[in-house]
């Protein structure tokens, strides 16, 4: 159920598992308020309302939530995943046990609020991209356990996800390259890796200056070259140097100030890691009608 849900490379995140934990620890051993407030044979409807103007993420999650938590439930969409949304608009409503709507709506809202949020921020720089082939994407930088939510709001929000995990790809980044005695020892030492373990990854690795550039490029057998806090003006000579040979990509402090700077540059991606660790919430609230 949850690999039809999910996009493809975010498969290995269990949808089930992560609503039942989460549900189990709100539940504890039991919701006593709606328990105590509530008959438990009380019929409910609500709607879920937006606050904030954005982009909105989490719709499909919600469903299984609320499917989850009591099939019985029934819910009507009427905005999908990565609309843009207004202060006002209903994105569904649900209908059926009153206990089990009080059950799911936080779950619900802090699953929506939070990606929306990424969704949102995503699509800003998204937009600040546009004109320029530059791809905006996520990287490690996300909240342990629930990094498939949040890569799948970058997704939605019109970002493209960087690698998932550690095992998905090979980035030698600079304590990498420390600890293995250099680039060239770096370089090498992943092809001969990737060979003995009769494995395909892309190999990206990450340089400091246009010097480091220059010593990648006289190696080779890399797929991308991360130009990490590369400044304007070097970056396009790093480019210019690259000259296609290779992916680029610009990373480290990108901003909205300073994003459509670097896309300028002619890099192939950006990678942000403030849209999964550093955004805003977006502010959504589920009311009884």
Request: with cysteine; proline share 1%; glycine share 8%.
């Amino acid at each position: 159920m949850s690999k039809k849900l999910l996009p493809e490379r975010l498969y290995h995140f269990n949808i089930q598992q992560f609503i039942t934990t989460a549900l189990a620890e709100d539940k504890g051993d039991g919701d006593h308020t709606s328990l105590a407030c509530v008959a438990s044979k009380a019929k409910g409807k609500a709607r879920l309302l937006v606050k904030e103007n954005g982009v909105l993420a989490g719709v499909e999650l919600a469903l299984e939530i609320f499917k989850i938590v009591d099939k019985t439930l029934k819910v009507k969409v009427f905005i999908k995943d990565g609309s843009k949304i207004k202060t006002g608009d209903i994105v569904l409503t649900v209908d059926g046990k009153s206990q089990s709507i009080l059950l799911a709506e936080r779950l619900v809202l802090n699953c929506m609020q939070r990606m929306s949020g990424i969704a949102t921020k995503t699509n800003q720089m998204v937009q600040l991209c546009k004109g320029t082939k530059a791809k905006v994407i996520d990287t490690r930088k996300t909240t342990p356990t629930i990094r498939g939510l949040e890569k799948w709001a970058v997704l939605i929000g019109g970002g493209a996800n960087h690698r998932i995990g550690l095992y998905d790809m090979i980035l030698i980044k600079d304590n990498h390259v420390d600890y293995a005695g250099g680039i060239k020892q770096a370089i090498e030492s992943a092809n001969n890796y990737l060979k003995s373990k009769k494995k395909k990854l892309k190999i990206e690795i990450e340089a400091r200056s246009l010097d480091e550039v220059k010593q990648i490029l006289s190696i080779g057998n890399v797929h991308r070259i991360m130009l990490d806090n590369f400044s304007i003006a070097d970056t396009k000579k790093a480019v210019k140097l690259i000259n296609g040979k290779y992916q680029t990509e610009s990373s480290g402090g990108i901003t909205e100030l300073t994003i459509n700077s670097y896309a300028k540059c002619g890099v192939d991606f950006i990678s942000v890691g403030a849209l999964t660790h550093n955004i805003k919430s977006l502010d959504l609230s589920l009311k009884a009608i």
